[in-house]
Structure formats: C-alpha cells, structure tokens
C-alpha cells in the first residue's frame, strides 16, 4: 500500500463510520470540509489523526459506564466496589446506606463542567434515589456513619492536575483525617496513565477506577504508534516529517497557544465523547477560528 492509498482507505473508513453514526456527533460535511483543510501533501497527517481518533458515541458511553459498575474486578482492577447489589442499594428511596455519589466539580468550574452530566447519567440508567447524591462540599458536613464510601464521578482523567487541584480546594483532602473510615473512590469513564499516577501518588487513599485506558503509546506522535502503522500498511513514516506538518497547520489553523500543541500536558491525545472533548487531545480535532474548521467540538 503506498501513502495515497492509505490516505483514501483512512478517509473512506471514517466517512462510513460517520454515515452509520458510529462516531457520532461528527457529520459527513464536518468531516469532509475538516480534511479538505489539508493540502495534498499534508493528508498523511489527516489521515494519521483519523486512523487514531476514538470518539466515544452515546451507547459507548452507557456500556462504559456498565463496565464500572459492574466489571471493575473482572478488569484486573485493584479492588471492586462491590458487584450489583451495591446497584440495587442504591435505588432505595427511603434509607440512607452510608454511600454518596457526587459529580467532580468545584466551587470555581462552570456549570457545564462533565461531572455533573455523567453523573445525570448514572442516576437515570440505575434509577439512584436523589438521597445518595450529594455535592463534594457537602460530603464534609455529613457524619462518618453517614459516609462510608464517597464515589466521585467524571467523564476524563487527563495529567489528573485539576483532579488533584479539584481535591484541595473542594476541602476534601481533609476527608482522611474528618472521616477516616471512609473509602473514597473516583469514577472516570477514561483515565490516562499519567493522571492514574498522580492521584494515587499525591491522594493514595483514593481509589481510580476506570473503563477505558490511555498511555504514552496513545499520544499521536508516540512512535509505538508510527511503528505500528509502518507495519500494517508497509508505509515507511518519517516521524520528524509528520511533526513538521503539524506544525505548519497548528500555525496556518491559527493555534498560537505554546503549551496547547499537543493538547494539555502533552499528552497528544485523539480521543473525545460524544458530549465533550477533553483539553488533552489534540487542537487540529477542536480549535476554531476564521482560519479553521473543527471535526469535534469541545
């Protein structure tokens, strides 16, 4: 297979995905008028991104959220919540049971933070009764026998920066010492390595839990990443070549941001939900300007 025939195959493969709403909310136009941005010689660098992009569709999402609730110990996961019974407890209108689900949001985040959202989610697929949610702020003010277990809900893990930061000033670092019987765990419908790390190096009495997991091999300029395509299609990748690319249209799309070229962190990421794309992955998928179009929106 030579580099153009790579780039069609890329291209027609994600147009079909998009006509059968597998990647959803991206549109045939969204797509079409994204890769028409790039010039000839820069559709490898298109088609690249598209061959890593993973868009997690709404029924994804939900399986996703199946997958924590109630696979985390057939994951090989450091421990397990419990099975569905933990589920059903929760549906209980009448008692509370010591276990408090709340979104990852602080006192400064925006209301459209994902927190709230997935968590939205949880309560309508198990039908979770209104009196095991509660606000992290207001977790503090319960007593211990009212909080055995506290479970923190949100959509992404990126470097786990604002995670931690989200701890520290929501108050709930003091929960260790307020509440020492307590299990604190933080629900994540995607984590990356490097977030994993510093929660539980920085908060090691929070649990992370789980579905999808992204690494160093992940990010779209990791040479893991280029070795593999090299092998599967026989198309010798020249990395540096590939970068500079990148860096052509990050400029020509008006990207001025430094710190932002790979995304947050650096983690170079192609990943996104259908209700949100997380700061990590890259700008070419989501920056908007007069100079260009996005694939995905944040």
């Known amino acids: 297979m030579d580099e153009e025939q790579y780039c069609q195959d890329i291209f027609d493969r994600t147009l079909k995905l998009s006509n059968l709403s597998i990647i959803e909310p991206i549109s045939i136009g969204q797509l079409t008028d994204w890769y028409s941005q790039f010039e000839k010689s820069e559709k490898i660098l298109a088609a690249l991104i598209l061959d890593q992009l993973v868009v997690r569709s709404k029924r994804q999402v939900s399986a996703l959220i199946d997958f ?35 979104p ?10 994902s927190g709230p959202y997935i968590l939205r989610l949880i309560q309508r697929k198990y039908a979770i009764a209104d009196r095991h949610l509660t606000w ?17 809900v949100d959509d ?5 920066k604002q995670f931690c930061n989200f701890i520290n000033d929501s108050g709930l670092s003091k ?38 997991y992204l690494g160093p091999e992940h990010h779209f300029l990791s040479g893991e990443y280029f070795q593999r395509i090299s092998k599967s299609t026989g198309i010798n990748l020249d990395q540096e070549k590939v970068r500079g ?29 259908y209700h949100a794309t997380p700061n990590n992955t890259i700008p070419l998928l989501w920056y908007q300007s007069s100079d260009w179009k996005p694939l995905i929106h944040r």
């Open 136 to 152: 992290p702020a207001k977790a503090l003010e319960l007593q211990q026998n009212e909080l055995t277990k506290l479970i923190l």
């Open 156 to 160: 992404f893990a990126g470097t786990g």
């Open 104 to 113: 990852v949001l602080g006192e400064n985040h925006p209301p459209t933070k």
């Open 175 to 212: 929960l260790p010492t307020s509440h020492p019987k307590t299990k604190v765990f933080l629900l994540c419908l995607a984590a990356h390595k490097t977030a994993i790390e510093k929660i539980r190096t920085t908060y090691p009495w929070i649990t992370v839990f789980h579905a999808d």
């Open 245 to 273: 690319l990148y860096d052509d249209v990050y400029s020509r799309a008006g990207c001025r941001a430094k710190n932002m070229k790979m995304g947050y962190g650096d983690l170079g990421l192609c990943y996104a939900f």
């Open 68 to 102: 924590l609730f109630l696979h985390s110990q057939s994951a090989g996961q450091e421990s397990s919540m419990d099975d569905s019974a933990f589920i059903r407890s929760l549906t209980n209108k009448h008692k509370d049971i010591g276990i408090k689900l709340a």
